[in-house]
């Protein structure tokens, strides 16, 4: 269904990001769409992105119920909160939040990344078949929504299972289980890569001093200008002094590392 390109109206071309080729997202907007004779942007603007509108507070809430049982509804709460209100970059929390749920990625982050969450944590507690699946489903999922999730999904998890695996009481077994459960995204990734010609990388060689230009310009993108940014990255520091011993501070520390060493949500 994803050999060519639909989008721009143009014959026999190419899917000119490999990537695209494994969602499925655009692939359930089209079947709906013909199902229902109502035109794609309808089905993805006024049917998908207000299911997924209702599905983000229930994620974050299966998330807290994890993270801190007595207090779920307060954090779930926030999360909500704060993307309604945050309008701090283009590519930042509240813009991919309920602005833009029509996208696979905004879905991905508002509702997939949560859950994912939820479940490598739960994983990592109590290593049982059906938080196996939960999790396998959740990651696979993930890549049908963006392509992005070939490396954040697997990293949301895997900085979330640490939270709460302990190899002294559960042996190695359960970091097997995690790993096989990242086994689609790891492997179409793995896939992917392979496909690249030799020296496609090479020619994209950045200038000397460019690498800090673009790293800031992303920072920029993704926490905005002015004091948001040093807002959010004190926030990313203090989140672990806050949450509550255990589980929930150690995925802090890991969630906190990894938005500060990507500048990426």
Do not use: C
Not at 62 to 76: D, H, M, Q
Not at 198 to 210: Q, R, S, T
Not at 231 to 247: D, K, R, S
């Amino acid at each position: 269904l994803l050999k060519f390109d639909a989008l721009h109206g143009i014959p026999g071309l190419r899917i000119l990001m490999s990537t695209y080729r494994f969602h499925s997202i655009e692939a359930l907007y089209g079947a709906v769409s013909f199902l229902t004779g109502a035109s794609v942007l309808a089905v993805s603007h006024l049917l998908s992105a207000p299911l997924w509108g209702f599905l983000a507070p229930l994620a974050w809430a299966r998330l807290f119920r994890v993270l801190s049982p007595e207090r779920w509804l307060w954090g779930a709460a926030a999360a909500v909160g704060f993307l309604l209100v945050d309008g701090s970059g283009h590519g930042g929390w509240g813009n991919l939040g309920f602005v833009r749920l029509f996208q696979g990625k905004a879905a991905f982050l508002t509702v997939l990344a949560p859950l994912t969450t939820a479940y490598a944590l739960a994983f990592g507690e109590s290593p049982t078949k059906p938080n196996w699946l939960r999790l396998a489903a959740a990651l696979v999922a993930s890549v049908g929504l963006t392509g992005s999730a070939l490396w954040a999904a697997p990293l949301t998890a895997a900085a979330a299972f640490l939270g709460g695996w302990r190899p002294a009481r559960d042996g190695w077994r359960p970091a097997a289980g995690a790993g096989a459960a990242a086994a689609y995204p790891l492997a179409v990734a793995l896939h992917l890569r392979a496909g690249i010609k030799e020296g496609v990388m090479g020619a994209m060689a950045l200038a000397p001093g460019m690498e800090a230009r673009l790293l800031a310009g992303v920072l920029e993108y993704v926490a905005g200008p002015g004091p948001h940014r040093w807002a959010l990255a004190a926030l990313a520091l203090a989140a672990p002094v806050l949450a509550a011993p255990g589980a929930a501070r150690r995925w802090a520390v890991a969630a906190g590392g990894l938005f500060l060493f990507l500048y990426n949500p």
